[in-house]
């Protein structure tokens, strides 16, 4: 059996990380994979990145590490309300100002899309959607849309992150299967802990996605009052250590 784990968008939390790699480590992951956004929202950007290079992690460009890259604008969102917008633009503004040149090469060479594949079945890794790393999949989207995207993609299995909010959903009849990892380093769950994805691959060649794999969202427990202490000591705003700590929702 090989064992997989799949994380993503650790927004510079490196306390959060770390966890998540010693948890990774207890659980025996033959490899790891990273879906991306790796920088903004908790200062240490250039220290997760290095972390990530270190381990020779396959990683995926997010939205964010597109956008530190190759320095494109910040488009408003018209979920956020004023105080979360202007907090964005301060975090990826002290980001474009803090990292590390090498680091900002890094970004650039990440690709979009990672390919797996165990005998007939095709996983497919994205940052938003096979699409888009802005595109959002939440656990209600419709299904006829992500069979259909799916098949565009040749894929049987889609992995994604981007949301924040983790899931495992069978579709099209249990034929298959789409799995958002969750966070890392900035849960929106009504549970903060940082979330990876294992998965058992237990049979290449099996007939069916069940019996070839079982995925199960991991929770781990880190230091948060490290991280929110960090975030208020440093010029990444305030917000994102009130919105960890559950005071913002």
């Not at 095709?122 to 209600?140: I, W």
Request: aromatic share 6%; with cysteine.
């Amino acid at each position: 059996m090989m064992k997989i784990a799949v994380i993503s968008d650790i927004h510079g939390n490196l306390p959060a990380l770390q966890a998540v790699l010693e948890d990774i480590s207890r659980y025996g992951a033959d490899q790891i994979y990273c879906l991306g956004d790796l920088t903004d929202a908790a200062p240490w950007h250039n220290e997760v990145i290095a972390q990530i290079r270190a381990l020779r992690i396959p990683t995926i460009m997010g939205n964010h590490d597109e956008r530190i890259a190759y320095d494109l604008p910040v488009k408003p969102l018209a979920k956020h309300g004023p105080e979360e917008r202007a907090a964005r633009i301060t975090a990826i503004e002290y980001t474009r100002n803090t990292i590390t040149a090498d680091h900002k090469q890094f970004l650039r060479t990440l690709p979009s899309l990672l390919h797996l594949r165990f005998g007939q079945h095709r996983l497919l890794l994205a940052h938003g959607s096979p699409e888009s790393n802005e595109t959002y999949l939440y656990a209600d989207h419709p299904e006829a849309a992500l069979l259909d995207m799916m098949e565009k993609a040749h894929a049987d299995v889609l992995i994604i992150g981007h949301t924040h909010v983790s899931y495992i959903r069978p579709i099209g009849y249990g034929q298959k299967l789409v799995i958002n990892t969750g966070s890392a380093g900035r849960s929106k769950e009504a549970d903060r802990r940082a979330a990876y994805l294992r998965l058992e691959i237990r049979d290449p060649h099996a007939a069916t996605l069940p019996e070839l794999l079982r995925a199960t969202i991991q929770k781990v427990a880190y230091n948060m009052e490290l991280t929110t202490t960090g975030i208020r000591n440093s010029p990444v705003p305030d917000f994102y250590a009130d919105f960890l700590s559950g005071a913002l929702t």
